[in-house]
């Protein structure tokens, strides 16, 4: 096996939470960067990454880096690339791209060059003018920042917060990558009760009991590098293997998740049986302001509306503020509130202990953190 450096790009504000899931991982040779975390493996780490790395948007195989101020010397550095070491004759592949703040602005005519460049050196590997392209996918990314090119063929296929488990959506689902890293972000852990007064489709309570039990997020699912060669299907396979091994089947979890909407309750039961995990979480219709609860040293992480419609808003704000009322009860208890609404805190009643910046999609929210006491 040679070294290889992989890139696990992230939305903005969890590169953190994906350099220490990197690192846990075994990873090593670690940089972070805006929306990115580089770091080296051997083949068996392109499997590994795509299997277990929760927060992370995709996993990248990195070909190469250089300058490129004109269409000549992006060909040819291109065209240097190791591309007939993964690429095979029959491999079906497609170049994207992407141009900030550099003398090569032109996005199309970057990724033809790219795609040229990458032909031309198929065609000396193989000796051939034309290629089938009926077998492996392989998506090629040119992207260039300040005249810098990287590029990179994306191990995943599609996008990693496609778990496999979600059957059935509702309206404004939290995606799976981010609901792993706000429950990173938190102080819970499988031995704390979670509650979830908003769960939707259940992503949250889901991704925090595959946490809880060690399932790796990508064991139901496919990747675009199983047909690779170059890895072969011995290694995903003992990857898979490894994954399946360490699960905790005996753990016992308290995850308690409940939404006003009775569908959306039906679709969480759903999903959460396509994730394995129904068993750790009770599900139940029941609207924010019922929820009675009796222990002690519980977390509450949601999702609740944003209001981001018209008409919503001062339903939202009215919902806010309840919520307030309600979890100020809870003063042994952390509450972490994911919201879009900037005047969260003051309807809410409560400067929050810590706030951070994240994207749900393409909404800027907020991460509001109140850490109730240590549990005795």
């Known amino acids: 096996m040679t070294n290889i450096q992989l890139i696990a790009t992230s939305t903005f504000g969890l590169e953190a939470i994906v350099k220490r899931e990197v690192e846990q991982l075994g990873f090593k040779d670690i940089a972070v960067e805006n929306g990115k975390v580089t770091f080296n493996c051997d083949e068996s780490g392109i499997p590994k990454a795509n299997l277990w790395l929760r927060a992370a948007d995709r996993v990248l195989l990195k070909l190469g880096e250089f300058k490129a101020l004109t269409f000549e010397e992006l060909f040819q550095q291109t065209k240097a690339l190791p591309w007939d070491e993964w690429i095979t004759e029959d491999g079906e592949f497609t170049v994207t791209g992407k141009s900030v703040n550099s003398r090569l602005f032109s996005v199309s005519d970057c990724q033809a060059i790219v795609k040229k460049a990458v032909v031309e050196k198929l065609k000396e590997k193989y000796n051939t003018e034309w290629f089938k392209e009926d077998g492996p996918k392989f998506t090629i990314q040119v992207s260039i920042l300040k005249d810098v090119a990287t590029l990179t063929i994306d191990t995943s296929g599609e996008g990693l917060h496609k778990r496999g488990y979600r059957i059935h959506n509702v309206e404004a689902p939290i995606k799976e990558t ?168 003051k309807l809410y009643g409560k400067k929050a202990d810590k706030k951070r910046k994240l994207f749900n999609g393409r909404i800027k929210v907020d991460y509001y953190q109140y850490y109730g006491p240590r549990p005795v």
């Open 178 to 345: 981010l609901a792993a890293a706000i429950i990173s972000l938190s102080y819970w852990n499988s031995g704390r009760i979670l509650l979830d007064p908003f769960c939707g489709s259940g992503t949250i309570p889901i991704e925090a009991a595959m946490i809880g039990k060690n399932i790796a997020p990508g064991l139901q699912r496919s990747f675009a590098s199983e047909r690779w060669p170059r890895i072969g299907e011995a290694l995903w396979k003992e990857a898979r293997k490894e994954a399946f091994r360490a699960i905790n089947q005996e753990l016992n979890i308290k995850i308690y998740a409940s939404d006003i909407n009775p569908k959306a309750v039906e679709a969480a039961k759903e999903n959460a049986y396509e994730a394995g995990v129904d068993e750790c979480i009770d599900f139940e219709v029941k609207d924010m302001s019922k929820i009675n609860v009796k222990d002690d040293y519980g977390v509450i992480i949601c999702n609740p509306p944003y209001g981001e419609r018209l008409g919503e808003k001062a339903e939202v704000e009215e919902l806010y503020t309840e919520m307030g009322m309600k979890f100020k009860k809870l003063d042994t208890w952390s509450i972490y509130v994911i919201t879009s609404n900037e005047d969260f805190e």
